[in-house]
């Protein structure tokens, strides 16, 4: 029988640096995609026999790359910053994998003070102890937690944070 890898080893050190790691890919995965820096990715695709291919971004820079079955067509596309890429002639094959785009995309840290700060403060929250405190008592030394299905809010995203998110968050199923 195998045995199936740790994802934390045993001997991990449980600092503010993981705590900052958790809250980062908190964001990134409710979002979508990676939202900053930016950054030069390829990214493989299913093309589904149209025209139009939606890209896991909602800021892109430039695309200097489209294979579509091994044959470059970036001079047969057009593109937004909004991540869409249109082709001007014929469409997209179907077909797993069929298509790669290098692209550039992202914001720079700079344009985005929204996200570092609320990425700063689910750090905080989760690095600070067993969530946040709902209700306190000083005589009778009781400590209520705001809770989540239970479970004790720390990384996980408040719904305010989550509205904050909104401007960068996919709303196609691109993955």
Excluded at 66 to 77: A, G, H, Q, R
Aim: net charge negative; proline share 5%.
């Amino acid at each position: 029988m195998c045995q199936t890898p740790d994802i934390v080893k045993a001997d991990t050190t449980v600092n503010s640096s993981l705590w900052l790691n958790a809250a980062q890919q908190s964001v990134r995965s409710y979002c979508g995609w990676h939202i900053a820096p930016n950054l030069e990715q390829t990214i493989t695709l299913d093309g589904d026999g149209t025209r139009t291919l939606l890209l896991p971004s909602l800021h892109v820079t430039g695309i200097t790359s489209v294979l579509v079955e091994d044959k470059e067509i970036v001079d047969d596309i057009d593109w937004s910053v909004k991540g869409i890429i249109q082709r001007r002639h014929g469409v997209f094959p179907e077909g797993l994998s069929s298509i790669k785009v290098k692209l550039k995309h992202g914001y720079d840290v700079e344009q985005v003070a929204d996200v570092v700060s609320l990425i700063l403060r689910v750090a905080k929250r989760a690095a600070n102890g067993p969530g946040v405190i709902a209700s306190q008592s000083a005589n009778g030394s009781t400590v209520s937690y705001l809770t989540a299905g239970g479970a004790p809010i720390s990384v996980p995203l408040l719904q305010i944070e989550k509205d904050s998110l909104s401007p960068y968050k996919l709303t196609w199923g691109v993955s």
